[in-house]
């Protein structure tokens, strides 16, 4: 067993769903938090803030990234050492990005390795399902790639899916929060059959679209029945900016996550358009937004001793 007195997590942001693929599908991205967990000599955890909206991350016992690193202990059987633990923030919260799940993966994993690494990696992704409640954005969060998650007798069957090299995910973050649980709350807990249909034919169509890069299929697969009806009138300036993105080239937006950030998915010939049509369209609601065209990040969490 090796042990370390400090390490660095680096934690990339996520899109789920996707679309059609609420709950089960997410896509790691290349924009990264950073944390740093040093073993300290003053009991309970010091906790520091850096970067983007620093200043709305809780430092005490309620942090979200620290709840993470005592569920390892707790799950271990064991007291969590006195801890400090210094935050660098890109990810903006609760925009639908996946804040949340990287501070769960960077805790549960901080702490696997001042433990000295008795967790596997599928174990960590067990804890963080849980925590999370869904599999789509911690999945993708620690391991990286593009993921669909379907639970089975034995816990969770992942696989890998096939991200086509001409397929630019597109971001448009505005500059207001909605946070998950605020999301969920709005969604019906029973849905028709002709919807479940519905979304189990496109999300096919979307898996084959993103291995294939085919537009026509993708622009077909972008569409959802569980989710975004009832979300979008939470999102102000949705349909301006979808018909923007539509007319600029892409083939397809959703609501990344559980929103607010619109995902558009298009190609590299049109990302830059697609990218300044989105931010014009936004702008003329009074919203401003940071929209930016990222890639997939194939690694998932990292870590430096
Ligand atoms: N690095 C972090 N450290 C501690 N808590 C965090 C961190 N990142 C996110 N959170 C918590 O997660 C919340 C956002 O989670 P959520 O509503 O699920 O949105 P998101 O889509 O960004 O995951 C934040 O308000 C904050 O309480
Ligand atoms: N499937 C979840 C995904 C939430 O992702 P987040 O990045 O917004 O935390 C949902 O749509 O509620």
Redesign the pocket.
């Known amino acids: 067993m090796t042990v370390v007195s400090s390490v660095s997590v680096t934690v990339p942001a996520t899109t789920a769903n996707l679309g059609p693929g609420f709950d089960c599908i997410g896509a790691a991205l290349t924009l990264y938090?950073e944390f740093k967990f040093a073993n300290h000599n003053q009991a309970g955890v010091t906790i520091t803030v850096t970067g983007l909206e620093a200043e709305q991350?809780?430092t005490d016992e309620s942090?979200?990234?620290y709840q993470a690193f005592v569920k390892l202990y707790q799950h271990l059987g064991q007291t969590p050492p006195p801890v400090q633990i210094d935050?660098k923030?890109a990810v903006p919260?609760?925009?639908?990005?996946?804040?949340?799940?990287?501070?769960i993966v960077g805790g549960l994993v901080g702490a696997n390795l001042l433990a000295g690494e008795p967790l596997t990696q599928s174990e960590i992704m067990e804890l963080a399902i849980a925590m999370e409640g869904h599999p789509d954005n911690v999945v993708p969060a620690l391991i990286g790639g593009c993921r669909l998650a379907a639970s089975s007798d034995e816990g969770w069957e992942i696989c890998d899916v096939p991200w086509h090299e001409d397929i630019v995910p597109v971001v448009a973050i505005p500059n207001f929060e909605l946070?998950?649980?605020e999301a969920r709350r709005v969604l019906p807990t029973q849905v028709s059959r002709a919807d479940a249909i519905f979304n189990t034919a496109h999300l096919g169509l979307l898996l084959r679209g993103l291995e294939t890069g085919r537009k026509d299929w993708l622009r077909a697969a972008l569409q959802d029945k569980l989710h975004q009806p009832y979300r979008e009138s939470l999102i102000q300036g949705y349909e301006a900016v979808k018909e923007a993105a539509l007319a600029a080239g892409a083939c397809g937006m959703v609501i990344s996550?559980?929103g607010p950030t619109l995902l558009a998915l298009t190609d590299t010939a049109h990302s830059e358009t697609v990218v300044a049509a989105m931010s014009f369209a936004w702008q003329q609601q009074g919203i401003s937004p940071v929209v930016r065209s990222l890639a997939i990040d194939t690694q998932g969490a990292r870590s430096f001793c």
């Open positions: 938090n991350v809780k942090n979200l990234l935050i923030l919260l609760a925009r639908g990005l996946g804040s949340s799940a990287t501070a946070s998950t649980q996550g559980a």
